[in-house]
């Protein structure tokens, strides 16, 4: 097997025990689905574009975060209706743990992507 680094950026995110409580609070019967010790089941990936710092990454996620906030609250209570009123970066903040990484490895090349 041959590795691919890709030039872009991942941001990693695990909802955060914060959403987490929030989301049972919504919808009690989510609570046995949930193993508060190990979230890992839970974690997204979202490639990002290449930056040349990472300084351009984290200020690129502060004009971006809310489609990434909105997907994640999704995820847990699908009505938007419930959600708290005028989400902002403190909310992905708060709602999330996350952590953006410049080293992204591909174990497959280019070609597994493409469509016959």
């Not at 997204?44 to 502060?62: C, K, N």
């Not at 809310?66 to 005028?86: A, Q, R, T």
């Not at 989400?87 to 410049?102: G, M, P």
């Amino acid at each position: 097997m041959e590795l691919y680094d890709i030039n872009r950026y991942a941001l990693i995110v695990t909802p955060s025990e914060a959403l987490l409580r929030w989301a049972i609070r919504e919808d009690p019967t989510i609570e046995e689905e949930i193993d508060f010790e190990d979230t890992s089941d839970l974690t997204t990936v979202y490639l990002l574009p290449d930056f040349d710092e990472m300084e351009e990454a984290e200020e690129w996620l502060e004009n971006n975060f809310m489609p990434i906030l909105e997907n994640l609250l999704s995820e847990w209570v699908e009505d938007d209706s419930n959600w708290p009123d005028n989400l902002a970066l403190n909310h992905f903040e708060k709602f999330s743990d996350y952590t953006i990484t410049n080293m992204v490895i591909d174990t497959q090349d280019a070609s597994y992507d493409e469509e016959d």
